[in-house]
């Protein structure tokens, strides 16, 4: 797994298979120009590209990136807290999308990629709960600023999706694909 979230780990922990996690020393570029699935997409590669060329030839990885985006703007990590208010509050009350977007590749190839997108309908954000949310620092490094699986969660009023993409990666995909590839006993590949 091309990736240092301990969101992501802790969901691949759940595939009961064995895998290691290696850090993509990809650069994320500035621009964003685009719709949250070809941003995230993009980023994905590159991080498969930059893990590429450590592969063995029996080496699978997966990379992949997310991101959060409302009224067609896509909403990254928060710089600040600052950043992080204004954040919480274009989501108040509003539908948003989280998008996440994986590669699957070996040394030779990009193998498979998805996208895969979940919409989250938050109530009404009222100031006194903002100001407890921030003061906890849950929304440092979470697109969006938030984290569904932490005190974010009592701002979600529905969920239309996958609620592990939400937390950071589609696995109900991932083991979808598997599925496709190695059939139903596709953990006996792995091990």
Avoid at 134 to 153: M, R, S, T, V, W
């Amino acid at each position: 797994m091309g990736s240092q979230s301990p969101r992501r780990k802790a969901l691949f922990e759940y595939l009961g298979v064995p895998f290691q996690v290696k850090s993509s020393e990809a650069e994320e570029p500035d621009w964003i120009d685009e719709s949250a699935q070809d941003y995230t997409l993009k980023l994905a590669r590159l991080k498969f590209q930059a893990l590429q060329k450590e592969l063995s030839p029996s080496d699978l990885v997966v990379t992949s990136d997310t991101t959060v985006s409302v009224d067609e703007e896509i909403l990254n990590k928060p710089d600040d807290r600052d950043h992080a208010r204004e954040m919480i509050l274009k989501l108040s009350g509003k539908s948003h999308y989280v998008c996440t977007s994986y590669v699957i590749g070996n040394a030779n190839k990009e193998l498979f990629h998805q996208s895969v997108v979940s919409e989250v309908l938050c109530r009404t954000i009222t100031e006194e709960e903002l100001k407890n949310y921030l003061g906890q620092n849950e929304y440092q490094d979470k697109a969006g600023a938030y984290g569904i699986q932490g005190a974010a969660l009592t701002f979600i009023q529905s969920i239309k999706g996958s609620y592990s993409n939400i937390v950071g990666f589609p696995i109900d995909s991932l083991i979808d694909q598997f599925q496709s590839v190695y059939g139903a006993k596709w953990r006996n590949h792995f091990v």
